[in-house]
């Protein structure tokens, strides 16, 4: 394996090793696209395991600024996924092919989240 491979293969690992990125991108792997407000009710209903009609302003609210200000951009920085804060729009970017494998081993192997509530990759 090439230093190029190997870096890449790091850094993969390093952004799905935060619950919060995996959430968000089995969200996205679905449709490709959401509303941020979607995915941050998702996110917090699987980080809490609960149902999404259940989770309250404040768990939204963590979720939401834990997204905006470290798990989107860091993303963005790799060109797995694209965000516009304005709209709310998240989409994937042409990146995620490249970790796309790795995420569907971490989604067969995710215990905290119910295979059955995860969108098929």
């Known amino acids: 394996m090439n230093q190029t491979n190997a870096s890449r293969m790091e850094a993969a690992c390093s952004l799905l090793a935060e619950s919060e990125r995996r959430y ?9 696209t959401a509303n941020l407000e979607d995915v941050v009710t998702q996110v917090a209903a699987w980080e809490l395991d609960a149902r999404p009609a259940t989770i309250g302003k404040e ?12 798990h989107l951009p860091r993303l963005a920085d790799y060109d797995i996924i694209d965000y516009d804060l304005r709209s709310g729009d998240v989409v994937l970017d042409d ?3 490249d970790i796309k494998p790795l995420l569907e081993q971490f989604k067969q192997t995710e215990e905290k989240v119910e295979i059955r509530e995860l969108p098929s990759l």
Do not use: M, P, W
């Open 59 to 70: 768990q939204r609210q963590r979720i939401y600024v834990s997204l905006v200000h470290n």
């Open 95 to 97: 990146g995620f092919d």
């Open 24 to 32: 968000l991108l089995y969200q996205l792997a679905e449709d490709a």
